[in-house]
Nanobody, 121 residues
Framework: QVQLVESGGGLVQPGGSQRLSCAAS????????TGWFRQAPGKERDFVAL???????GYADSVKGRFTISRDNAKNTVYLQMNSLKPEDTAVYYC???????????????WGQGTQVTVSS
């Protein structure tokens, strides 16, 4: 059984930083593409970042230069380091896995339950 568990969300002030974690059981991250997505109230779920099996990374334009995705193979955990956070980054953040290289959420097979990130003063 595949299970993805996100953690690290919370309330952060504009300009601050937060690190999200996604831990997996039942699958090995290093053999798959892992993506981070986010969904704000009343909006669609949007692509944020991904990391491939080889460690190549891709980002949405809205987070490029501020967010960094990384992976710790020993811990089977993927991270999303978020810096210079803005109120518009407020959303529920999800991690997901897929065997293919895609930014389309419909291409991802397994999802975590999500973690809320709120950027507000």
């Amino acid at each position: 059984q595949v299970q993805l568990v996100e953690s690290g969300g919370g309330l952060v002030q504009p300009g601050g930083s937060q690190r999200l974690s996604c831990a997996a059981s039942g699958r090995t991250f290093s053999t798959l593409v892992t993506g981070w997505f986010r969904q704000a109230p009343g909006k669609e779920r949007d692509f944020v970042a991904l990391i491939t099996q080889s460690g190549w990374t891709g980002y949405a334009d809205s987070v490029k230069g501020r967010f960094t995705i990384s992976r710790d193979n020993a811990k089977n955990t993927v991270y999303l380091q978020m810096n210079s956070l803005k109120p518009e980054d407020t959303a529920v953040y999800y991690c997901a896995i897929t065997p293919i290289l895609t930014r389309d959420s419909s291409g991802y097979d397994y999802w975590g339950q999500g973690t809320q990130v709120t950027v507000s003063s």
